[in-house]
Protein backbone atom coordinates (compact mmCIF):
# COMPACT_ATOMS: atom_id res chain seq x y z
CA UNK A 1 0.00 0.00 0.00
CA UNK A 2 0.99 3.53 -0.85
CA UNK A 3 1.00 6.65 0.84
CA UNK A 4 1.47 10.25 -0.01
CA UNK A 5 3.96 12.44 1.83
CA UNK A 6 2.64 15.62 -0.11
CA UNK A 7 -0.58 17.61 -1.34
CA UNK A 8 -2.10 15.71 -5.04
CA UNK A 9 -1.10 17.29 -7.91
CA UNK A 10 -4.42 18.24 -8.99
CA UNK A 11 -4.31 20.06 -5.82
CA UNK A 12 -0.91 22.23 -6.58
CA UNK A 13 -2.21 22.94 -9.96
CA UNK A 14 -5.52 24.32 -8.53
CA UNK A 15 -3.46 26.35 -6.24
CA UNK A 16 -1.15 28.05 -9.11
CA UNK A 17 -4.47 28.74 -11.15
CA UNK A 18 -5.85 30.45 -8.03
CA UNK A 19 -2.51 32.78 -7.40
CA UNK A 20 -2.84 33.39 -11.03
CA UNK A 21 -6.51 34.57 -10.82
CA UNK A 22 -5.35 36.53 -7.86
CA UNK A 23 -3.53 38.81 -9.97
CA UNK A 24 -4.88 42.31 -11.54
CA UNK A 25 -5.66 41.70 -15.42
CA UNK A 26 -2.80 43.91 -16.55
CA UNK A 27 -0.78 41.69 -14.58
CA UNK A 28 -2.12 38.65 -15.64
CA UNK A 29 -1.98 39.44 -19.16
CA UNK A 30 1.58 40.66 -18.91
CA UNK A 31 2.50 37.07 -17.75
CA UNK A 32 0.97 35.46 -20.58
CA UNK A 33 2.22 37.94 -22.84
CA UNK A 34 6.27 36.77 -21.51
CA UNK A 35 5.26 33.26 -20.80
CA UNK A 36 4.42 33.27 -25.22
CA UNK A 37 7.90 35.54 -25.85
CA UNK A 38 10.48 33.49 -23.45
CA UNK A 39 8.90 29.93 -24.11
CA UNK A 40 8.38 30.73 -27.95
CA UNK A 41 4.89 29.44 -27.70
CA UNK A 42 3.44 31.50 -29.87
CA UNK A 43 4.03 34.72 -32.18
CA UNK A 44 3.71 37.40 -29.90
CA UNK A 45 3.40 40.27 -31.96
CA UNK A 46 0.05 38.29 -33.68
CA UNK A 47 -1.31 37.74 -30.46
CA UNK A 48 -0.64 40.43 -28.40
CA UNK A 49 0.18 43.87 -29.70
CA UNK A 50 -3.08 46.15 -30.14
CA UNK A 51 -1.06 48.74 -31.81
CA UNK A 52 2.41 50.25 -32.84
CA UNK A 53 3.72 50.82 -29.64
CA UNK A 54 3.07 47.74 -28.04
CA UNK A 55 4.48 46.09 -31.03
CA UNK A 56 7.45 47.68 -30.65
CA UNK A 57 7.10 46.99 -27.03
CA UNK A 58 7.08 43.05 -27.87
CA UNK A 59 10.13 42.97 -29.72
CA UNK A 60 12.22 44.81 -26.89
CA UNK A 61 11.00 42.11 -24.64
CA UNK A 62 12.08 39.46 -27.49
CA UNK A 63 15.25 41.19 -27.75
CA UNK A 64 15.98 41.39 -23.80
CA UNK A 65 14.41 37.44 -23.32
CA UNK A 66 16.93 36.04 -25.75
CA UNK A 67 19.17 35.82 -23.02
CA UNK A 68 16.74 33.58 -21.24
CA UNK A 69 18.36 30.45 -22.73
CA UNK A 70 21.70 30.95 -21.74
CA UNK A 71 20.68 31.73 -18.02
CA UNK A 72 18.24 28.74 -17.87
CA UNK A 73 21.94 26.77 -18.76
CA UNK A 74 23.63 28.65 -16.27
CA UNK A 75 21.50 27.82 -12.97
CA UNK A 76 23.66 26.95 -10.58
CA UNK A 77 23.17 23.41 -8.73
CA UNK A 78 24.21 24.31 -5.36
CA UNK A 79 24.50 27.84 -3.09
CA UNK A 80 28.42 27.65 -4.32
CA UNK A 81 29.61 31.64 -5.32
CA UNK A 82 31.76 29.88 -8.15
CA UNK A 83 29.31 30.03 -10.58
CA UNK A 84 26.88 32.91 -9.63
CA UNK A 85 28.66 35.31 -12.17
CA UNK A 86 27.26 33.37 -14.92
CA UNK A 87 23.73 32.97 -13.92
CA UNK A 88 22.84 35.85 -11.53
CA UNK A 89 24.32 39.40 -13.95
CA UNK A 90 22.20 38.41 -16.33
CA UNK A 91 19.24 37.49 -14.19
CA UNK A 92 18.47 40.63 -12.50
CA UNK A 93 19.07 42.80 -15.50
CA UNK A 94 16.07 40.50 -17.37
CA UNK A 95 14.35 41.01 -13.82
CA UNK A 96 15.09 44.74 -14.01
CA UNK A 97 13.89 45.10 -17.22
CA UNK A 98 10.92 43.77 -16.36
CA UNK A 99 10.11 45.43 -13.16
CA UNK A 100 10.53 48.28 -15.21
CA UNK A 101 7.44 47.89 -17.36
CA UNK A 102 5.36 48.54 -14.55
CA UNK A 103 3.30 44.83 -15.04
CA UNK A 104 4.39 43.31 -12.09
CA UNK A 105 3.83 44.87 -8.65
CA UNK A 106 4.74 42.14 -6.35
CA UNK A 107 7.22 39.13 -5.93
CA UNK A 108 4.15 36.93 -6.05
CA UNK A 109 3.95 37.90 -9.67
CA UNK A 110 7.55 38.26 -10.08
CA UNK A 111 7.90 34.70 -8.87
CA UNK A 112 5.01 33.18 -10.52
CA UNK A 113 5.97 34.18 -14.12
CA UNK A 114 10.20 33.21 -13.54
CA UNK A 115 8.96 29.94 -12.32
CA UNK A 116 8.00 29.82 -15.16
CA UNK A 117 10.25 31.00 -17.70
CA UNK A 118 13.72 29.39 -15.76
CA UNK A 119 12.47 26.50 -14.09
CA UNK A 120 11.75 24.85 -10.61
CA UNK A 121 15.51 24.56 -9.90
CA UNK A 122 15.74 29.13 -10.35
CA UNK A 123 13.37 29.30 -6.86
CA UNK A 124 16.13 29.50 -4.42
CA UNK A 125 17.42 32.31 -6.05
CA UNK A 126 14.35 34.51 -7.23
CA UNK A 127 14.13 36.17 -3.59
CA UNK A 128 17.64 37.74 -4.32
CA UNK A 129 17.37 38.32 -8.25
CA UNK A 130 14.06 40.35 -7.46
CA UNK A 131 15.28 42.42 -4.55
CA UNK A 132 18.51 43.12 -5.98
CA UNK A 133 16.32 44.33 -9.46
CA UNK A 134 13.82 46.01 -7.62
CA UNK A 135 16.82 48.06 -5.59
CA UNK A 136 18.01 49.62 -9.44
CA UNK A 137 17.95 53.04 -9.73
CA UNK A 138 15.72 53.24 -13.51
CA UNK A 139 12.82 52.79 -10.85
CA UNK A 140 11.55 55.44 -9.10
CA UNK A 141 12.35 55.27 -5.88
CA UNK A 142 8.46 54.56 -4.36
CA UNK A 143 8.07 52.21 -6.76
CA UNK A 144 11.04 50.28 -5.66
CA UNK A 145 9.76 50.51 -1.76
CA UNK A 146 6.65 49.06 -3.15
CA UNK A 147 8.21 46.06 -4.52
CA UNK A 148 10.14 45.61 -1.70
CA UNK A 149 7.94 45.43 0.54
CA UNK A 150 6.13 42.93 -1.28
CA UNK A 151 8.44 39.85 -0.72
CA UNK A 152 7.55 38.70 2.53
CA UNK A 153 9.80 37.57 5.57
CA UNK A 154 9.16 34.20 4.89
CA UNK A 155 10.37 33.80 1.05
CA UNK A 156 13.37 35.81 1.76
CA UNK A 157 14.82 33.68 4.36
CA UNK A 158 13.14 30.24 3.50
CA UNK A 159 14.79 27.24 4.67
CA UNK A 160 14.32 25.21 1.27
CA UNK A 161 12.71 25.30 -2.07
CA UNK A 162 10.15 22.56 -3.75
CA UNK A 163 11.84 21.20 -6.66
CA UNK A 164 8.39 20.18 -8.21
CA UNK A 165 8.02 22.16 -11.74
CA UNK A 166 4.79 24.14 -12.01
CA UNK A 167 2.05 22.75 -13.59
CA UNK A 168 0.26 25.65 -14.54
CA UNK A 169 0.74 27.97 -17.80
CA UNK A 170 -1.67 30.17 -18.29
CA UNK A 171 -2.45 31.01 -21.85
CA UNK A 172 -4.38 32.81 -24.03
CA UNK A 173 -7.80 32.13 -24.32
CA UNK A 174 -10.40 33.72 -26.93
CA UNK A 175 -12.99 35.23 -26.18
CA UNK A 176 -16.50 33.49 -26.47
CA UNK A 177 -19.77 35.87 -28.34
CA UNK A 178 -22.48 35.00 -25.50
CA UNK A 179 -24.89 36.46 -28.91
CA UNK A 180 -24.70 33.18 -30.50
CA UNK A 181 -26.26 30.24 -29.66
CA UNK A 182 -24.23 27.36 -28.48
CA UNK A 183 -23.67 24.88 -31.76
Known amino acids: MATRSGPASGDLSLAEIKEFAGFAAGTQRYIRR ?7 RD ?14 AIRVQARVYQRLGDI ?12 LEGFMAPLVAVSAFDLGQDRLPTFAAYRFLYERLLGAYARPWLPGAFCAAASLPHLHPDKRKLLLQSISEAAATAPGWSAREPSF ?9 VTKPAN
Open 43 to 56: DAIARWSRDMVEEA
Open 34 to 40: SLDIGLE
Open 72 to 83: RTHIPEDSGLDA
Open 169 to 177: YPEWIEKID
